[in-house]
């Protein structure tokens, strides 16, 4: 799934990415502690989020790390609450990131 959907694509427009942060949107604006996120904080998070998941899915993949649902739990929680907590460089940084 992650090759068909981020190394695979040949579609101009980057569709694919956009109905990813579409969908992203949707679900994070579900949770009542989220739903008021301005844009830059969203687009933070879900690069935060896709950097996280994508690295962890190219180094299991290619059997280089092999983390356990903890540990991805600890890193995608930790990730949560800095994007969203924080205004540091990384996040600013990650907001300034356009993939939709």
Do not use: C, R
């Not at 992203?24 to 998941?53: A, R």
């Not at 205004?87 to 990131?97: E, I, P, V």
């Amino acid at each position: 799934m992650y090759k068909a959907l981020y190394l695979e694509e040949n579609l101009g427009d980057k569709s694919i990415q956009k109905v990813s942060f579409d969908y992203f949107v949707k679900l994070v604006q579900q949770d009542p502690e989220y739903k008021d996120l301005p844009e830059d904080k969203l687009s933070s998070l879900y690069t935060g989020f896709w950097i996280i998941v994508t690295g962890l899915a190219a180094l299991t993949s290619a059997n280089i790390m092999k983390p356990t649902d903890k540990e991805i739990n600890v890193l995608l929680t930790e990730t949560i609450k800095n994007l969203t907590n924080n205004d540091d460089k990384l996040n600013q940084t990650f907001s300034g990131f356009k993939f939709h």
